[in-house]
């Protein structure tokens, strides 16, 4: 296996969890009890369907969870259903799925469905099958459980998934998984740090033969940046690391823990998608193939090297970056970027250029120099008021510096 190759990535909270399930016999009360649950068993019933709750809903209620994601399969045509619950209804023909909502929670509704690859890493051809087929293509034990909805709420266990959640494991359904589908590995990782999970043995020796080469970089990232946005992105990026999946820099977990501090603060909480931060600082750059050209935590070390001596400077030398470089600097200790961001940023000119055009300045670089002066002005606490502003505008927009 050549295992792909992403920058440094620094740390994250760890939110590893060691949650017993609960008793099965409490499965009824505990679903039943979930937010949109009543209403999907009426449009259910409504429907005259054979619907399931399946997937990580039950894990998680299984896990004690009081809320869960509402993933459902059909044995039939689950338009019947999705036509019963709220719009607008968002069609996926591929995977005969559907996503809509109702009591205001998400559903995601799928056809039960067989699937075959036809080559490692290739997307699945599918076609409909049973509840039983459909559990058996599922990723790992833990998420191949179902619960009836349109009958009593009894859990649906085929692949032993409650013992292994019980003894906190992760472990695949067949020896060809991660062939099929190498994200799966990826995947892994992402439920282990969240849910502080072991690899089975066998399932850990058949993750670390698996290929990622074989798979797309989109869905390599749309996997990753999966990872960057739970709460235990570190551990997640740094059981990749351990597994032989990418290479993480030393220091990565460091980086993404800060990261994942400063954006819970003001003033970073609002600067930036903590998931896009945190990828950054794990691959070195940003999603999609422009994101990938550039090295953006070469980018924000230069920020970190920089020592401004005046709000103007650090103006001028923040303005322009985007927002997950400026994350990236402060998580690696450029203190100056709170000023910067709380209230450097912000200030603005109380005149604009049609003053200057309205004092006798003629268009052209008069204007943007005497602006431009009149704000660095402004910042450093040399001018106050519209018409300090406006004078030293004139003044610089006239006499033009070497």
């Given at each position: 296996?050549?295992?792909?190759?992403?920058?440094?990535?620094?740390?994250?909270?760890?939110?590893?969890?060691?949650?017993?399930?609960?008793?099965?016999?409490?499965?009824?009360?505990?679903?039943?009890?979930?937010?949109?649950?009543?209403?999907?068993?009426?449009?259910?019933?409504?429907?005259?369907?054979?619907?399931?709750?399946?997937?990580?809903?039950?894990?998680?209620?299984?896990?004690?969870?009081?809320?869960?994601?509402?993933?459902?399969?059909?044995?039939?045509?689950?338009?019947?259903?999705?036509?019963?619950?709220?719009?607008?209804?968002?069609?996926?023909?591929?995977?005969?799925?559907?996503?809509?909502?109702?009591?205001?929670?998400?559903?995601?509704?799928?056809?039960?469905?067989?699937?075959?690859?036809?080559?490692?890493?290739?997307?699945?051809?599918?076609?409909?099958?049973?509840?039983?087929?459909?559990?058996?293509?599922?990723?790992?034990?833990?998420?191949?459980?179902?619960?009836?909805?349109?009958?009593?709420?009894?859990?649906?266990?085929?692949?032993?998934?409650?013992?292994?959640?019980?003894?906190?494991?992760?472990?695949?359904?067949?020896?060809?998984?991660?062939?099929?589908?190498?994200?799966?590995?990826?995947?892994?990782?992402?439920?282990?740090?969240?849910?502080?999970?072991?690899?089975?043995?066998?399932?850990?020796?058949?993750?670390?033969?698996?290929?990622?080469?074989?798979?797309?970089?989109?869905?390599?990232?749309?996997?990753?940046?999966?990872?960057?946005?739970?709460?235990?992105?570190?551990?997640?990026?740094?059981?990749?690391?351990?597994?032989?999946?990418?290479?993480?820099?030393?220091?990565?977990g460091d980086l993404i823990a800060e990261i994942?501090?400063?954006?819970?603060?003001?003033?970073?909480?609002?600067?930036?998608?903590?998931?896009?931060?945190?990828?950054?600082?794990?691959?070195?750059?940003?999603?999609?193939?422009l994101g990938r050209r550039r090295d953006l935590?070469?980018a924000a070390r230069e920020l970190v090297d920089?020592?401004?001596?005046?709000?103007?400077?650090?103006?001028?030398?923040?303005?322009?970056?985007?927002?997950?470089?400026?994350?990236?600097?402060?998580?690696?200790?450029?203190?100056?970027?709170?000023?910067?961001?709380?209230?450097?940023?912000?200030?603005?000119?109380?005149?604009?250029?049609?003053?200057?055009?309205?004092?006798?300045?003629?268009?052209?670089?008069?204007?943007?120099?005497?602006?431009?002066?009149?704000?660095?002005?402004?910042?450093?606490?040399?001018?106050?008021?519209?018409?300090?502003?406006?004078?030293?505008?004139?003044?610089?927009?006239?006499?033009?510096?070497?």
């Open positions: 296996m050549r295992p792909v190759m992403v920058g440094k990535a620094p740390a994250a909270l760890d939110m590893t969890p060691e949650t017993a399930p609960i008793d099965p016999g409490l499965l009824p009360e505990r679903v039943a009890a979930l937010p949109g649950v009543p209403a999907l068993r009426d449009a259910v019933a409504a429907a005259g369907v054979d619907a399931y709750l399946v997937g990580g809903g039950v894990r998680d209620v299984l896990l004690g969870a009081d809320r869960a994601d509402l993933d459902v399969a059909v044995e039939g045509d689950p338009l019947v259903l999705a036509d019963r619950l709220e719009g607008p209804t968002r069609l996926h023909d591929r995977f005969g799925t559907a996503t809509a909502a109702i009591d205001g929670v998400r559903v995601d509704v799928a056809r039960a469905r067989r699937e075959m690859y036809p080559s490692p890493g290739a997307l699945p051809d599918v076609e409909p099958a049973s509840l039983a087929d459909d559990l058996a293509r599922r990723d790992f034990t833990v998420n191949a459980m179902a619960v009836p909805l349109h009958a009593q709420a009894e859990l649906i266990d085929p692949h032993h998934g409650f013992d292994d959640l019980r003894s906190g494991l992760l472990r695949v359904l067949h020896n060809g998984s991660f062939v099929d589908d190498p994200t799966r590995a990826l995947r892994a990782a992402r439920y282990a740090a969240r849910l502080g999970f072991e690899l089975e043995p066998h399932t850990e020796e058949l993750l670390r033969a698996s290929d990622l080469q074989t798979v797309s970089e989109d869905r390599i990232e749309a996997e990753l940046l999966r990872l960057a946005a739970e709460p235990s992105a570190r551990r997640g990026f740094e059981l990749l690391d351990e597994w032989g999946l990418i290479a993480l820099d030393a220091g990565a994942i501090l400063l954006l819970a603060v003001d003033p970073w909480r609002s600067v930036a998608a903590r998931s896009l931060v945190v990828y950054a600082a794990a691959t070195g750059h940003g999603p999609g193939p935590r070469e920089a020592d401004p001596a005046r709000p103007s400077e650090a103006v001028e030398l923040a303005s322009g970056r985007g927002d997950v470089e400026l994350v990236l600097a402060r998580a690696m200790s450029a203190r100056w970027l709170d000023d910067y961001v709380s209230s450097w940023r912000h200030v603005e000119l109380e005149i604009s250029g049609e003053d200057l055009l309205a004092r006798g300045v003629p268009e052209g670089p008069g204007i943007g120099r005497g602006l431009a002066a009149a704000l660095r002005a402004k910042l450093d606490g040399e001018v106050s008021g519209r018409e300090a502003e406006l004078e030293l505008a004139l003044t610089a927009a006239r006499n033009p510096c070497p």
